[in-house]
Each structure stands twice: as C-alpha cells, then as structure tokens.
C-alpha cells in the first residue's frame, strides 16, 4: 500500500481531517499540523500550489504505524527484528508511479517544501528518505534534512559516522535520491541503523512487500511508490550554511556549513502529495526512537533478563530514555537490565527498568513505580561520563561527553515491610448503575 493509498484508507475510516481552507506553506501549515497533532491532516487547498496537495501527522503514533502494518503495537519490535535478520529483495518496475511526471528544469521553488518556524534557515525537505550507494557496500538509507538556498541547491544535514558520511568521506561526491512520501516500511527501515553494507529497502520490503525502479538520471534503486524523487547529487567539499532548524529534542540546531545537494532531475507522480514532517514532533520523534527499540530488547535478552518491551518514549526526545519491562526472576536482573540497555543504543543517556505489572507507555505509572519501589542507594547505577547524543543540549559540545544514569524501578524479589502490589478494585460495568 502506498502514501496515497494509505491516506484514502484512513480517509474512508475518517482518520483523517482534510483541510478544505487555503493554508500557507510558510509556517501556516506547520502551525496547524503541530495544533492538530497527533491527527493526520490533509490539505488540499496549498497557497501558491494549486496541483500539490500536503499530508502530515501521518505517523505520528506507533499506533499509525502498527495499524500501517495490520499488527498490533506489541507485535513491532518483533515484526522489525525478524525483518532485520531476514531481509528479502524487493520487485524491481518500471514505469513506476513516482516516475509518471517529470518536471521541466529544476526550480526547488515549484515544490511545496515547507518553511516549519520563524527562525529556521529557510525552507526544509524533512521527510525525504535519502537514497545512496557506494561501489563497495551498495545502497544504503538514511535521513537527511535539507534546506533550499537557490532554485536547484539545498544544504543537507549528514552527521559523521552515517553510512552516507562515510561513501562521502571516501568518495568526495555521491549521487543521490532523496525521495518524499513514504510509507513506514521504508520510513523505518531508513531510521535504522544496521551494519555498512545492509541495503535497507530489503529490510523495508520484508517489513511490508514494496516494489522498487532505476532512478532516471542516477545508478540508483528506489522505491517505485513514493510521491517525489528529487535526483541529484552530494558533494562533501561543497559546503553552504545548514540551519537554524529545530532538533529532535524541540530545542534549535546550530547553523554549520553542511555538504550541497545538488538536484538535477524532479520526478513525482500525477497529484502529488508532499509528505510534510514537523522536526521536534512526534513523527520524528516516533521514527527516531521505534528503531532503537529491537536493539535494546535484544541486549537486554541477551544478558540474560527476560526483556517483555522497550518503550523510547517521547518524553525523553525518543532518544535519551528507554523504559524496559522486565519479568524480573533474580535480585540482579534490574541492574543487568540497565548496562544492557546502553549497550543496546548507545546515544541513550536514562535508562529506567520497570516490572512487568507496570504500563511502561503511563508515565504516571512509570513515576508511581519511582516513588514506591526505588531507593537512590540500591536502585540508582551511575555509569558515569560516556559519549552520548549529539542531540543533548546539556551534553558537552563536540565530545557529546555525557552522564549517564540508570534507575532501577523494580520492586525487591522478597518482600520485608509493606507489599508492592498496586490494589485493585473491583470491576463493574457502568451501564448498570447509569440510565
Ligand atoms: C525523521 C528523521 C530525520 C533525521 N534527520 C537526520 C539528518 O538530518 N541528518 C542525519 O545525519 N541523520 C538524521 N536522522 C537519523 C538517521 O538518518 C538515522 O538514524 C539512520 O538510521 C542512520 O543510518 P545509518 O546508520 O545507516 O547511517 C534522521 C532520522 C529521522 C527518523
């Protein structure tokens, strides 16, 4: 199923609020979608764009995305655990949807990119899965922010140690599609960081069957069903000014002189769609963090704690926390738990270990197993001053040295004072006591 395909389905279920109003691409659209949030809008009225329609929030919850998926949001870290280990090729087309209109020129103008806050840069393409290759590893996928500065160039965002860093490091300039419009198979296989060298379409397309083309201009396989292609090309000494733009963390980015993307060629389908994404949101966020969730699950597993789910909450960016549940069988597990965890995503800064009565996505319950099954003395590991996040503010610049803390919230295995048991009252069905 595709974006499109998707957003009739969740027009049909009435999930979706289509925007009749004319809205402006210049802040007014990101205002509303962030007023709106988490529900999936659809504007089709787009000032100064009349053949393009905007769609946003549309993944804002890991809800969306299981329901995406026609599974249940406990069945996604297996679901993505298993398409990591059994990556399977998608179906190579051609005349593919994304190819049916070819722009004339290149003029980024044309295009419905937004403009999300008064002190960004500028205009951001911020949805776009990044496609890439490298003679030696193959294709890769990513994220990259990019922001317009003339009619055919954008600044792009590639932090150091991604694998399209990397192919530019070693290749000085790399062709590249980045491509809006998406459904979550390549959303999150593209958010997921795996070995050099795994092309992450084979993991998108184990997460949901997907057909993939040539790009037009570029040596490049993309997915056939997105909505935009802008192809061009990524050059590592090219530099312009990246920024301000807001994080994941919802606070603002520096301004840095980030690589060029030049793009040559724009191909997108009939009545396009343009994929908005609010930086800072929770679609970004529920993207950035779903994939850290396996990772974590796994480690824990495999130092022997019965790990039951992994919530990277939004609370914490969807980054620098990690709720894990755990069926809590030895004293130590709590604490074995929590090393694990760090290892299992290692930008992560808080871990918290909860017990398997504990709704790990309530953090007031999160917080009730705080104050009444937690002592600082027994309970808190500080691992102490490690690299962490780029994304933390109040980590140290350029170093990303940062302290780390683990909390474990699990009630002891054997109970000296009062129990630990949240009393239940009895259940009753309203209906019987109200006309
Ligand atoms: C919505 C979203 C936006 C992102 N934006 C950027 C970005 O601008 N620059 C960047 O280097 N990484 C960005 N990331 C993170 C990476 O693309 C992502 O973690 C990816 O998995 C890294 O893959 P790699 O390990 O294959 O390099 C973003 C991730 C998401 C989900």
Known sequence: MHFREY????????????IKKEVSIDIEAAAVLKTAEPTPLLFENVKGYPNFRVAGNVFCTKTSIADYFGITTSQLIPRLTEAIDKRSPPEVITNA???????????????PILKH???DGGRYISSAVVVTKDSEFGQNLDFHRAMQFSANRMSTRIIKGRDFYKFLEKNGEVDAAYCVGNTPNVLVAAATSV???????????ALSPMEVTKATTLDLIIPAGCEFVLEGRVFMNDRSNEGPFIDLTETYDIVRE??????????????????????????????MGMPREPTIYK????AGVKCLDVNVN??????????????????????KAIHAAFQGHRSCK???VVDKDINIYDPLEVEWSMATRFQAESGLVDIGKEPGSSLDPSAEPGTKITNKVGFDFTAPLVTKGKGFAKAEFPKVDLRDYIE
């Open 195 to 205: 070995k050099t060298g795994i092309n992450e379409l084979e993991i998108a397309n």
């Open 117 to 119: 806050n008064e002190s």
């Open 97 to 111: 949807p994304c190819q049916e209109v070819v722009m004339n020129g290149v003029n980024l103008d044309k295009l």
């Open 299 to 302: 480690a824990v597993n495999e």
């Open 314 to 335: 939004p609370g914490g960016s969807s980054w620098l926390h990690a709720i894990v549940k755990i069926d809590k069988q030895n004293e130590d597990d709590g604490k």
């Open 7 to 18: 957003i009739e389905k969740l027009d049909k279920n009435s999930s979706i609020t289509k």
């Open 350 to 352: 808080h871990v918290f």
């Open 258 to 287: 980030e690589p060029v993307f030049e793009v040559r060629r724009i191909t997108h389908r009939k009545n396009p769609i343009w994929q908005a994404l609010l930086p800072g949101a929770l679609e970004h966020k529920v993207l």
